[in-house]
């Protein structure tokens, strides 16, 4: 297990990360962390109950990690829930994606159980979910705070800062 702390300007959040479960997508976000490249990104945008009223398939989730594009690494192949066993729970981090295996930066923190991201899911109509790789030690109530940032179609009118990510322990 690696620990890491993910500093925004409403307070840190630790997370553990779990490399003989999800070993790719680790790397892959440590190969940002340890690059800097996550220093100056943010969180920028938040699914909520009231923004996601239309959809068939409701989330809660706060995604960050943008980086700029040409810093952007190749995208990694999706470790599904289905292998990993890792499930999006509350406090779960997760890689966020659009079609399976283009991952490269962008993350998001489950509130709640989300089950509809896991393998075989609903959310994704591509039905491999996402790949969870780690989980909310200490900060909840700073994610929290992030999902409350106002926002307009989902994205933050003003992004959440993340000053830096970086590791706690080896």
Request: overall charge negative; proline content about 6%.
């Amino acid at each position: 297990m690696i620990r890491c702390k993910i500093e925004t300007t409403l307070g840190d959040i630790e997370v553990e990360l779990y490399p003989e479960k999800a070993p790719t997508t680790v790397a892959n976000f440590l190969n940002y962390t340890d690059a800097g490249l996550y220093t100056n990104s943010s969180f920028f945008r938040a699914c909520t109950p009231a923004n996601e009223a239309d959809r068939a398939i409701q989330i809660e989730v706060i995604q960050g990690g943008n980086v700029p594009e040409e810093k952007e690494m190749e995208p990694i192949q999706i470790e599904t829930t289905k292998q990993t066993g890792l499930l999006h729970q509350h406090g779960t981090l997760s890689m966020a994606r659009d079609k399976p295996n283009s991952a490269t930066c962008s993350f998001f923190i489950c509130l709640g159980d989300q089950p509809s991201l896991d393998f075989g899911g609903a959310r994704n109509p591509d039905g491999f979910g996402f790949a969870a790789f780690g989980r909310v030690t200490q900060g909840m109530e700073v994610v929290l705070e992030i999902q409350k940032q106002k926002e307009e179609g989902q994205y933050f009118i003003e992004p959440v800062p993340i000053l830096r990510i970086v590791r706690i322990n080896e």
